[in-house]
Nanobody
Framework: RVQLVESGGGSVQAGGSLRLSCASS????????MAWFRQAPGKEREGVAA????????YYAESVEGRFTISQDKAKNTVYLEMNSLEPEDTAMYFC??????????????????????WGQGAQVTVSS
């Protein structure tokens, strides 16, 4: 099994930046893709960014395109989410997720929560206006 631990959340003012980290442990060789999701109170979990482990191809939700960057350090089994130009609407609990079973999700499903079987505990991001 793969275990995921997020870090780096916090509170910032609008326009500020934060970087989230997600450290993987366990049987990480089975991971085919990783992603960041977020969930605000009363809202559904939303896919933010994803990266295919082997190719490094990255995909983003329209709401964060150009502001957020997902990256990976394979040697450290860590995935990052660099968040710039943060807006109050970005306030949410951010979750790291890994797809460790079967084939990597298609481009159309890479930001769908059901494609991921391992989840971190979450990191709170709060952006004030």
């Amino acid at each position: 099994r793969v275990q995921l631990v997020e870090s780096g959340g916090g509170s910032v003012q609008a326009g500020g930046s934060l970087r989230l980290s997600c450290a993987s442990s366990g049987y990480t060789a089975s991971t085919v893709s990783m992603a960041w999701f977020r969930q605000a109170p009363g809202k559904e979990r939303e896919g933010v960014a994803a990266i295919y482990k082997r190719s490094g191809n990255r995909y983003y939700a329209e709401s964060v395109e150009g502001r957020f960057t997902i990256s990976q350090d394979k040697a450290k089994n860590t995935v990052y989410l660099e968040m710039n130009s943060l807006e109050p609407e970005d306030t949410a609990m951010y979750f790291c997720a890994a797809d460790t079973i079967g084939f990597a999700p298609t481009r159309e499903r890479v930001l769908v929560p059901e494609e991921y079987d391992a989840w971190g505990q979450g990191a709170q991001v709060t952006v004030s206006s």
